[in-house]
């Protein structure tokens, strides 16, 4: 799909291995096969800050341009993206499974703090060795709960 421009969307994110609010965005576009530019930012370099300073004034990826229209936040770039180019169809059409599917995605997207901490991104990782705190392993019944 095509922005009011005719032209496609820009995806700002940083390296999807290690950045998961840049994944969220970045699978929510690819996933429903809403046409979009990917620009992959690195996150390590001593450039990093103005880089994304050029796209976005809140200073983090991911962000969204389509057209002069500047969305920052993957949880708010899903909701745009659902709403202006999916008719809805990124949330259960059902009211009540919309209202869960938000609860579980806003849990997920700003709690789960030990979580975080304690296992952060990376889909390479193998054989990491984590210490399993009793708030880690509530945190991890959590997710597999939601």
């Known amino acids: 799909m095509r922005n009011h421009r005719g032209s496609p969307q820009k995806l700002i994110i940083g390296n999807k291995n290690y950045s998961s609010w840049s994944l ?5 576009l690819a996933a429903f096969e809403v046409s979009f530019e990917e620009l992959k930012v690195n996150l390590s370099t001593a450039e990093t800050a ?21 969305v920052w936040d993957s949880l708010a770039i899903c909701e745009y993206v659902s ?18 599917a938000r609860s579980c ?27 399993r705190s009793p708030q880690l392993e509530k945190e991890i019944a959590r997710v597999i709960t939601l």
């Open 24 to 28: 969220r965005a970045w699978l929510m």
């Open 50 to 70: 103005a880089t994304i300073g050029r796209y976005s004034s809140a200073g983090k990826v991911p962000v969204l341009h389509d057209g002069e229209l500047v």
């Open 83 to 100: 709403e202006k180019y999916l008719n809805g169809r990124g949330w259960p059409e059902d009211m009540e499974g919309r209202a869960m």
């Open 105 to 131: 995605s806003t849990e997920m997207h700003s709690g789960l703090f030990t979580l975080r901490e304690a296992m952060p991104m990376n889909c390479r990782a193998t054989n990491r060795r984590v210490e």
